[in-house]
């Protein structure tokens, strides 16, 4: 009983132990989905946006659930920046790869001539290449545009 009052008179205004519960159990599930939804973009509907979108949705949840200093521990703002890059530079980097062995940009058949694998099976594996680096992207967008917002600038206090 004294250690459920101590822990009443902690919570801050707003703060649920059942959300904080469900979010903590529900994060991993999301986060799997999202790259699920990635992978299989080329598949599937779904696809580099929509994959991190989800993604970039669980670390939202953990900073309604908890506070935005939690979400910010488990995903720094450096790795974001550096996730949000390398997502960009994959898409890029297989755009001009495709323009440099003779084909347009974007054009996976071209890439036949490095690796020859034939050309249906680069379209596959270069737009599955082309998700992943979206999903990289938009996630560390989404990412940074929450905590931006959420702490008006100021990356020290969140909602």
Partial sequence: MKLLRERTEKQRL???????TSVRLMVPFVQLFGL???VHGHYSPGGGFQGGVILGSSFVMLALAFDQK????????RANAILGNTGAIIFVGVGALCAICGGLFLDYSALD????LGPVEWRSFGIFLVEVGVGL???????SLFWD???AGKMDEGL
């Fill in 113 to 116: 001539v490095l690796i020859p």
């Fill in 14 to 20: 707003g703060e649920s132990l059942i959300i904080q």
């Fill in 137 to 143: 992207a938009v996630m560390s967008i989404m990412v």
């Fill in 70 to 77: 939690s979400s910010l521990r488990l995903m720094s703002e």
């Fill in 36 to 38: 699920y939804v990635i």
């Fill in 149 to 151: 917002l959420g702490s």
